[in-house]
């Protein structure tokens, strides 16, 4: 097992260290899932269809992503 940490930000961000990233295989623009159960909180690579907001596509280019990076 392999434990790696990350920060939070003021503003309740965080960067996903590289081993995460790589592990779960995600880039810019992936979503991720949170499962809460008794035994912890597990995050793994949600599925398009898991993501509601993917159906939006007005808000996918790359003005948005510039305007919107810092929220």
């Given amino acids: 097992m392999t434990r790696v940490t990350a920060k ?3 503003k309740s961000q965080l960067v996903l260290p590289k ?3 790589t592990k779960l295989d ?3 623009g992936d ?7 008794e035994f912890g909180i597990h995050i793994e ?4 269809e898991d993501d509601p907001f993917t159906t939006f ?3 996918a280019s790359k003005a948005d992503d510039e305007a919107y990076r810092d929220l």
């Fill in 8 to 10: 939070i930000t003021s």
């Fill in 19 to 21: 081993e995460v990233r």
């Fill in 26 to 28: 995600i880039g810019p």
């Fill in 31 to 37: 979503t991720l899932a949170f499962r809460i159960d």
């Fill in 45 to 48: 690579k949600a599925a398009a």
């Fill in 57 to 59: 596509d007005e808000w």
